[in-house]
Structures are given as structure tokens and as C-alpha cells.
């Protein structure tokens, strides 16, 4: 029974500092992914350029555009 009291104790004082830990590391981990998942400049223009769909709007779906081609008369290479 008197584990069971001092451990509880030992979880009523460490709460406080594992919400301070969390506020100071919860930013730091946001900072890591924000600097390691950043793309380069121009990347997703070079990758559509290099599967050949430099020409098409990115946030057209294929089946829209291909409607889109056959009423402005444009001629569609895939």
C-alpha cells in the first residue's frame, strides 16, 4: 500500500514538468519536420516536365482535362 502511495506522489510531481518538456519540445519537433520535408524550389514543375505533363494544369484530374481538350479544340499528347 505504501508503494502504491509514493508512486502516485512521484506521478502527481512529475505531471507538471512533462507538460513543460512537451511545450518546449513540441515546437522543436515541428521546426525538425518543417526543415527536413521541404522541397526545392521548382521541384514539382521539373517532375511533371520529366513525366510529360509539363503542359497540363495540376489541379485538373486527366479524365477533366481530356474533356476540357475536346471542347477548346486542343490536341492532348497522352
Known amino acids: 500500500m505504501l508503494l502504491h502511495v509514493y508512486t502516485a506522489n512521484l506521478i502527481m510531481l512529475l505531471i507538471p514538468f512533462t507538460k513543460i518538456a512537451h511545450c518546449v519540445l513540441a515546437p522543436l519537433s515541428q ?36 474533356i476540357a481538350t475536346a471542347v477548346h ?3 492532348d499528347n497522352q
Not at 525538425?32 to 522541397?39: E, G, S
Not at 521539373?46 to 486527366?62: H, I, N
Request: aromatic residues 10%; positive net charge; proline residues 8%.
Open 31 to 66: 521546426l525538425v519536420t518543417a526543415i527536413a520535408w521541404k522541397f526545392p524550389a521548382g521541384a514539382g514543375d521539373r517532375v511533371a516536365a520529366t513525366l510529360g505533363y509539363a503542359d497540363r494544369p495540376t489541379w485538373l484530374p486527366k479524365a477533366r482535362l481530356e
Open 73 to 75: 479544340g486542343k490536341v
